[in-house]
Nanobody
């Protein structure tokens, strides 16, 4: 079992940056693929970025490509999401999630692929 706790959200002006962290407890973190999702008010939760267990493969949603970077430190049981050039439309609650199956396959963008979720952290970008 994995427990996930996100942090690092906040209020930032458009064009600014934030770095989200997600600390995991549990022995299966290093063998799990990790993902970040976000959910804006009144919208479905959507995929943002995914990362393979060793951090060698990364997948991004088109609207964040070139602005966001996902990374992990398995020694610290932590996955990060560096967000640059933030836009008001990036405003959402951001969630990290673990896929204990481990692969970064074509289903990595699907919510149902993930076994464990954090509680979320709010990111608000003002114009």
């Amino acid at each position: 079992q994995i427990q996930l706790v996100e942090s690092g959200g906040g209020l930032v002006q458009a064009g600014g940056s934030l770095r989200l962290s997600c600390v995991a407890s549990g022995r299966t973190f290093s063998s799990s693929a990790m993902g970040w999702f976000r959910q804006a008010p009144g919208k479905e939760r959507e995929f943002v970025a995914g990362l393979s267990p060793k951090g060698l493969r990364k997948v991004y949603e088109d609207s964040v490509t070139g602005r966001y970077t996902i990374s992990r430190d398995n020694a610290k049981n932590t996955v990060y999401l560096q967000m640059n050039s933030l836009k008001p439309e990036d405003t959402a609650v951001y969630y990290c999630a673990a896929d204990t199956a481990g692969g970064l396959g074509p289903k990595i963008r699907l919510k149902n692929e993930y076994d464990y979720w954090g509680q979320g952290t709010q990111v608000t970008v003002s114009s």
